[in-house]
């Protein structure tokens, strides 16, 4: 490791985008981000990441936010920082295939809208699934960094990710990120893959973890000493548990070495301090709840992610099943086996979590199908890294004859036939591409949106006919 050049750490700050989605279902609102957007100017990160994962949907759905009109007053905040979105490769923000034209004209808008830097993943880690998207991004002069979907598994060597991160840098990504969704990368097995894939690529490489099973700090730590050049983290308000590392422990721990980050921890106070309200009101009002802040061993147990486990629970809860909990979690690594060992990670992690919980309640193996099970099987996601058991691939989809090229391939461009079934509502051109993700949902708040309007418009006509006395 002598040979590592050390440098200081870049810091990706995500409190805006996945701290937030990870403790508190996304519902941090624009109007809380705004007042203090012009310090976390000043600290000299080297990304923030503020838009794309679930922002998306739950602000068109649970806010009426337009998530467009979010990123840009963060992007006319954000004089000095650079911007960065989750993306979910031909999946975009949604959780379907869909066509390349629609893939190519969000990935435009997005950079247009003042994104940066897109972090572009696939839940099978698919490449091809992830080509449209990095080539969309350079051709608008964007940075496209690539993300590994992290797991553990028989078919995920060190060649593996290897071989599969080389690829991802002949494929023209600016840089690599190591997606760790499930907390699952120990501190000594973090050094062992920072420091193959420091020798496999000449491209930065960016740490994103979870603190789920309470490793991560340790983990990054190991991490930046192998030559990781960023980490992902959180202020400490919305830090820890099923979010990253807390921003303010990482800077100081490296403060000092030769990956000292420069931040300053005044700066990084006062930012804090703004958002330790918020934490408290969440907290009081049971929108964070308490059990995702603790550490969750069985994550390492059973290689299941946070979020997959607590899904788990109420399914079962909802079935009035509870007692199979047990059951359940030993059979999710058979059902990920029979389905090619996917990473478990959004929505490959619903899917085998769900026909787990089927598997155990029905007493019979594959008895029930979900449609998504099938799809899975049916190619539609794309390719995983390991066949599928053909005996139970032939019990869920009898006779269909499996997609084996890239499923978008199949997929008839759709920009046009969505302008012309969305063209009432057309306020602004990235209207159709909330409409393309989510057709109701998008809907829906269009309907909102106007009726806003009527009512701005009403109350604008009434003080303008009032007549004031002489």
């Known amino acids: ?116 830097i897109i972090r572009i993943f696939d839940c099978l880690n698919d490449l091809r699934n992830l080509e449209t998207a990095v080539n969309a991004a350079n051709r608008e002069k964007g940075h496209a960094q690539v993300a590994l979907s992290y797991t553990l598994g028989d078919a995920y060597t060190m060649d593996y990710w290897k071989e599969t991160a080389k690829k991802i840098e002949e494929m023209g990504a600016s840089s690599l990120c190591i997606k760790d969704m499930a907390g699952l990368l120990t501190p000594y097995a973090a050094t062992e893959l920072v420091t193959v894939l420091k020798e496999a690529v000449d491209i930065p490489i960016d740490l994103h973890t979870h603190y789920t099973s309470g490793v991560a700090s340790m983990t990054y730590m190991k991490a930046v000493e192998a030559g990781c050049d960023i980490i992902d983290t959180a202020m400490s308000p919305f830090a820890l548990g099923t979010s990253q590392p807390a921003t303010e422990v990482m800077v100081e721990t490296f403060r000092g070495t030769p990956y000292d980050t420069g931040l300053d921890q005044n700066l990084l106070s006062e930012i804090a301090e703004y958002f330790r309200p918020m934490r408290e009101e969440a907290l009081e009002s049971g929108l964070l709840n308490t059990k995702v802040l603790g550490v969750n061993i069985k994550t390492l147990m059973y290689q299941v992610p946070g979020g997959m486990l607590s899904n788990l629970v109420s399914q079962l809860k909802e079935m009035g099943q509870e007692d199979k909990y047990e059951e359940v979690l030993e059979e999710v690594p058979r059902v990920r086996k029979d389905f090619g060992e996917p990473p478990l990670v959004t929505p490959s992690s619903q899917i085998v979590g769900t026909q787990a919980v089927l598997n155990v309640v029905a007493g019979e193996r594959y008895k029930m199908v979900t449609k998504e099970s099938k799809k899975l099987l049916s190619g539609e996601f794309g390719q995983t890294v390991k066949p599928f058991n053909p005996e139970v691939q032939k019990k869920c989809i009898g006779d269909t004859e499996p997609i084996t090229c890239r499923p978008a391939d199949l997929i008839e461009p759709q920009l046009e036939k969505l302008e012309a079934e969305m063209s009432q509502w057309k306020q602004q051109d990235e209207d159709v591409l909330s409409y393309a993700l989510f057709p109701q949902v998008a809907t829906d708040f269009f309907k909102y949106r106007e009726a806003q309007r009527t009512k701005i418009d009403a109350t604008l006509a009434d003080k303008e006919n009032q007549v004031y006395p002489v």
């Not at 990870?22 to 981000?33: C, D, G, K, N, P």
């Not at 012009?38 to 068109?60: I, N, P, R």
Request: glycine share 6%; aromatic share 10%.
């Open 1 to 116: 490791m002598a040979d590592i050049a050390k440098k200081p750490i870049g810091i990706t700050e995500t409190i805006l985008r996945d701290a937030h989605q990870s403790l508190i279902a996304t519902r941090m609102t624009t109007e809380q981000m705004l007042p203090i957007i012009d310090k976390m100017d000043q600290v000299g990160y080297h990304a923030v990441e503020c838009w794309g994962g679930a922002t998306f949907d739950a602000s068109l759905r649970f806010l009426k936010e337009d998530p467009w009109e979010r990123l840009r007053k963060l992007r006319d905040g954000f004089k000095n920082t650079k911007l960065q979105m989750l993306f979910r490769g031909q999946n975009i923000l949604g959780y379907n295939h869909y066509a390349d034209d629609v893939v190519e004209y969000f990935v435009q808008k997005s950079l247009a809208n003042g994104i940066d």
